[in-house]
C-alpha cells in the first residue's frame, strides 16, 4: 500500500529511520543500495545494503536515518526531497535549524 507521502505527493520512495529499514530488508527493497538504521541493529540488514554510519542517506528513491537524534535532519531532507530546497531552506531558518 501506499504511504501518506506518496499518497499527498505523488512521489514514490521508500524511506525509514531507526530500526525501520529492517523491514526494506524483510520485503527485499532496494537491495545493494546506501542505507543507514539504529547502529545496533546494522547487523540485522544481512549485508543486503551499503551501510552508511551517515546520520541520513539518500540513494535514489531511498532515504534512510539513524535515529532519535537524526530525526530533524531527517525531516528536512524529507522537506527538500518533497518540496525542493528553497522551501526546506525557509522552513530550516524560521525554526532556527541549521545544518
Do not use: W
Not at 537524534?69 to 530550516?92: H, I, N, P, W
Amino acid at each position: 500500500s501506499e504511504s501518506f507521502v506518496q499518497k499527498s505527493s505523488g512521489i514514490n520512495a521508500e524511506y525509514g529511520i531507526c530500526a525501520s529499514p529492517i523491514a526494506l530488508n524483510q520485503h527485499k527493497i532496494n537491495r545493494g543500495r546506501r542505507i543507514t538504521c539504529y547502529p545496533a541493529l546494522a547487523i540485522r540488514l544481512d549485508g543486503n545494503y551499503k551501510y552508511s554510519s551517515d546520520p541520513v542517506v539518500v540513494d535514489g528513491n531511498m532515504i534512510t536515518s539513524r535515529g532519535p537524534g537524526t530525526a530533524f535532519a531527517y525531516g528536512m531532507t524529507l522537506l527538500e526531497q518533497l518540496k525542493g530546497k528553497e522551501v526546506r531552506d525557509r522552513v530550516a531558518k524560521d525554526m532556527l535549524y541549521s545544518s
